[in-house]
């Protein structure tokens, strides 16, 4: 009877299906009903309603003393009246909440979308009741091994948390064809309550990548930095460089953090450009960041040569960078090589980055060279913009890319030199007598072949033989293999 009823509510319109429906229930549950009140507050309900069908009552004459027949129709009338009264109230709420809420509707595209995710969670993440693990790892600071970490990440759709003694409900969703959260609380008149709530979750964002380097990764037209937040800060002394090119960056990106006022007065758009470029291997990565680290600027890397990159996304990223970061192509060579080179037909500049004619329409990059120009060009980039690009083949790029406004400075970073060499020995070799180090540098550099060796190799060699170091001149060979 239960399923009947409320299989039956689905074909009958308004309020009076669900109220068969729940009337069907009530007749199923009934006498367990009445058997739990009459256990629990020893309450005879039958005994009571029969009272209402004596003959000379209103009841009882209408339906003649019959109670089934009357109880039948009053438990289907207060169940019409209760699913009545339930899509009064749902109307009512529907009202309530278009007139007497308030939301933000925050686009994935935001930066403040992941930190607003990320803040949400932390206040929820012990008593969430929908969770999806994470597994990480984490450096113990005491013994500094390195240890797998579960993370619960509470789930944050539709989901309810409090701030400033008002309730708030985040929804994901999917709103004018755009990903984005919508943060809604009910009340009425100024919205400064969700500015209190933002500038609360850049406090949490500032204390918790304190000393630390957020790296944005851009992908399907985002910014994404995950849950971790930040990564330990590089110290620029880590990166073992050729003398003063360190200084000529620190300098010239200082100098241009405090000209901004100088760039507006002569009308130059307020942005900078670098190139490193050199074998792999040689710091150009980790000097990228132990500068981030050293002006407080978080990085954005983008691989060109990813799928699904387009022209639109690529300079709605470069819009979109979240602020106080540096944007870094990576093998700037990989995505577009000298155009020369390309089979650009008709003056249509759509490049096939990574992708040769065959692999099929798929495997095809959108992003056009004219595209990753005008991203760089962008008028309406961020101000104070600092651009990165590295190449291993600085011969294979096209003049247009790294033209001065596009790319104002170029460093190679090449492979080790003999002062490199013996500071990376002695930073390794903390405790060793310069003797040794002169050893070092001369049992590398007097080889007869004299191969480069790159910082990558020689820190790797110095990695290998940590344990036992005195080893390291017999173990020379194995630099390369
Ligand atoms: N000049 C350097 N000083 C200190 N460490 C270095 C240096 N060069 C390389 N390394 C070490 O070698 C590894 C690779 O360095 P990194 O990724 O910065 O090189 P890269 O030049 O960017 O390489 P690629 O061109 O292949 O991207 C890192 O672990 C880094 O610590």
């Not at 019409?80 to 109230?89: D, L, T, V």
């Not at 407080?296 to 983008?302: A, E, H, K, P």
């Amino acid at each position: 009877m239960l399923l009947a009823g409320a299989g039956l509510s689905q074909f009958i319109p308004g309020d009076f299906g669900g109220g068969i429906g729940l009337a069907g229930f009530l007749a199923v549950a009934f006498p367990y009903i009445q058997k739990f009140i009459l256990h629990a507050f020893d309450f005879n309900l039958t005994e009571y309603c029969t009272q209402f069908f004596a003959d000379n009552t209103f009841l009882g004459k209408l339906f003649e003393g019959n109670f089934a027949v009357g109880t039948g129709v009053g438990v289907v009338s207060i169940g019409a009246a209760f699913g009545f009264i339930q899509r009064m109230w749902t109307h009512f709420w529907q009202w309530y909440i278009r007139y007497f809420s308030m939301t933000v509707k925050i686009p994935i595209s935001d930066e403040s979308y992941q930190d607003v995710l990320n803040w949400v969670r932390e206040r929820q993440v012990k008593n969430a009741k929908h969770s999806t693990l994470e597994t990480g790892t984490k450096q113990c600071p005491i013994s500094g091994k390195y240890e797998s970490v579960h993370e619960l990440i509470p789930e944050v759709s539709n989901f309810k948390f409090w701030f400033r003694g008002r309730q708030f409900e985040i929804d994901q969703r999917v709103a004018d064809s755009t990903d984005c959260m919508l943060v809604s609380t009910t009340g009425h008149g100024s919205n400064a309550i969700f500015k209190d709530m933002l500038v609360e979750v850049k406090k949490y964002k500032e204390v918790k990548n304190e000393g630390k380097t957020v790296i944005y990764n851009g992908n399907s037209g985002y910014w994404h930095c995950g849950n971790g937040g930040g990564k330990r800060k590089r110290p620029l002394e880590s990166v073992i460089l050729e003398d003063g090119v360190a200084e000529f960056f620190l300098e010239d990106i200082q100098d241009f953090k405090d000209s901004a006022k100088w760039y507006t007065e002569f009308g130059i758009p307020y942005r900078r450009g670098y190139l490193l470029h050199g074998p792999p291997g040689t710091g150009k990565t980790s000097f990228i960041s132990a500068l981030a680290g050293h002006f407080d600027l978080n990085v954005c890397i983008l691989n060109l040569g990813q799928k699904n990159l387009t022209d639109e996304s690529l300079n709605q990223m470069f819009i979109d960078a979240p602020e106080n970061s540096m944007i870094l192509l990576e093998d700037v060579d990989a995505a577009f090589g000298n155009r020369a080179d390309d089979k650009s037909k008709d003056g249509v500049e759509k490049l096939l980055a990574g992708a040769s004619a065959d692999d099929g329409p798929e495997a095809r990059n959108t992003l056009s060279f004219s595209g990753l120009l005008n991203a760089i060009d962008g008028v309406a980039s961020a101000e104070g913009r600092i651009l990165f690009m590295t190449t291993n083949y600085v011969e294979k790029l096209d003049s247009a890319l790294i033209r001065p406004g596009r790319v104002d400075a170029k460093q190679y970073i090449g492979n080790a030199t003999e002062s490199q060499v013996e500071r990376m020995f002695r930073r390794f070799n903390a405790a060793c007598s310069d003797k040794d180090a002169e050893r070092f540098v001369r049992a590398i550099f007097d080889r007869p072949e004299r191969p480069d060796v790159s910082l990558a190799q020689l820190q790797g060699l110095f990695l290998r033989f940590k344990r036992k170091p005195a080893d390291i001149f017999s173990g020379l060979s194995t630099l390369y293999e």
